[in-house]
């Protein structure tokens, strides 16, 4: 246990840790090329749900069986249309005839890069169906109780925005709506991060103080909570992070958090290579550096007067990113977000949940 100390807070270790990432992560995503198990000529294929949607006449879904499988299928008629939106759910496995699908590769430089999106995303072959077939009904627990969250979030008003907070899914959200989020630079408080889990800690931890094993607990919904939401990379950053924390303090490592987060940053690429070219990836910890770094220069007695702080200390530090993304950037985020990271993380979020 002495050993692991001492090398946890070594600097040289780190140093070494960071190499080994890079090269890692060159290795997995570069130097090795991967293709898809399914032939050119393949005309059915099967497989479980992971996602769908539907827009319009566009149905489209995510399947998964020998590997992660992008499926778009028009919608005939509005009988067809009713029908798929009652019988489709998560986990359900799906037969579909048609035929492959072809990805047009980057011809506008400095665009989004469809193909480049998906390969990143381990999703290699894409399939236009013709034919959609219930294959099998039985659905496994976990995936009983995301559509449970599903379906009680239809029955609301607003499930778009509810879907968003609860389950991190954006996609019902109208597509104005959503630019008009995005381009008042707020669309982070909509993806499911620390901000979410810190919270859901806290309740949690207030509800089992009395309880023995109350971290087990704890980590146990967050985890549960995590793969509900589909294992969103800013999540999964925030729950190792506080994972490692919470270690750290039980094995007396006495580890800085910049430490904790290399540690995790490293854990997360291990576990997927592929997300050293997520957005989301740099975003989450880009962010928590800034703060991590700055906490001494953020603390102010005054709640707004740090909470502005907070915004221009995070804005400060993505505002490359920012731009590299959208080829613009806000200066008004930095208010709107002290006006809306309270108001959604004190009073919304928590009623979502509620």
């Known amino acids: 246990m002495k050993k692991l100390k001492s090398l946890l807070q ?9 190499i080994l990432i890079s090269f890692y992560s060159f290795i997995f995503t ?21 996602s769908f949607s539907i827009d319009g006449d566009k149905l489209s879904l995510l399947l998964k069986n020998k590997e992660k499988i992008k499926v778009a299928y028009t919608i005939k008629t509005k009988e067809e249309k009713e029908k798929l939106q009652n019988k489709l759910k998560i986990g359900l496995t799906l037969e579909v005839a ?3 699908g072809e990805t047009i590769p980057l011809t506008i430089p400095n665009t989004f890069d469809y193909k480049k999106y998906l390969y990143n995303n381990q999703i290699y072959f894409t399939f236009h169906g013709d034919i959609i077939t219930i294959k099998e009904e039985k659905i496994a627990l976990l995936d009983q109780l995301k559509n ?26 109208d597509e104005e709506e959503f630019d008009a989020i995005t381009s008042n630079g707020i669309s982070h408080l909509f993806a499911l991060s620390g901000m979410h889990i810190s919270l859901i800690y806290l309740i949690l931890d207030k509800l089992l103080k009395k309880r023995k094993r109350k971290k087990t607990i704890i980590y146990f919904i967050l985890i549960l909570y995590l793969i509900l939401t589909g294992i969103s990379v800013s999540f999964l950053r925030a729950l190792v992070f506080m994972f490692l924390l919470d270690l750290n303090k039980i094995g007396q490592w ?20 592929f997300y050293i070219y997520q957005i989301g990836f740099w975003l989450t910890f880009i962010v928590t550096f800034s703060l991590l770094i700055c906490h001494q220069q953020i603390r102010s007695s005054n709640p707004f007067f740090s909470l502005f702080k907070i915004s221009l ?42």
Not at 10 to 18: C, D, Q, R
Not at 32 to 43: A, G, L, M, R
Not at 337 to 346: A, E, G, Q, T
Request: charged fraction near 15%.
């Open 30 to 50: 570069k130097v090795i090329k991967y293709q898809s198990n399914y032939h050119e000529n393949t005309t059915k294929i099967e497989g479980k749900i992971i």
């Open 254 to 273: 006495n580890l800085s958090k910049i430490k904790i987060l290399l540690l995790t940053a490293a854990l997360l690429i291990f576990k997927n290579p």
């Open 148 to 173: 449970s969250f599903m379906n009680r979030i239809k029955e609301l008003e607003n499930n778009p925005y509810l879907s968003a907070f609860i389950l991190g899914d954006k996609a019902s959200i």
């Open 313 to 354: 200390v995070t804005f400060s530090f993505s505002l490359p990113l920012s731009i590299f993304m959208n080829y613009e950037v806000n200066i008004t985020s930095i208010l709107n977000n002290v006006l809306f990271v309270p108001l959604i993380s004190i009073l919304i979020f928590p009623l979502a949940l509620l």
């Open 98 to 100: 048609g035929k492959k």
């Open 10 to 18: 070594s600097n040289v270790f780190y140093a070494f840790l960071i």
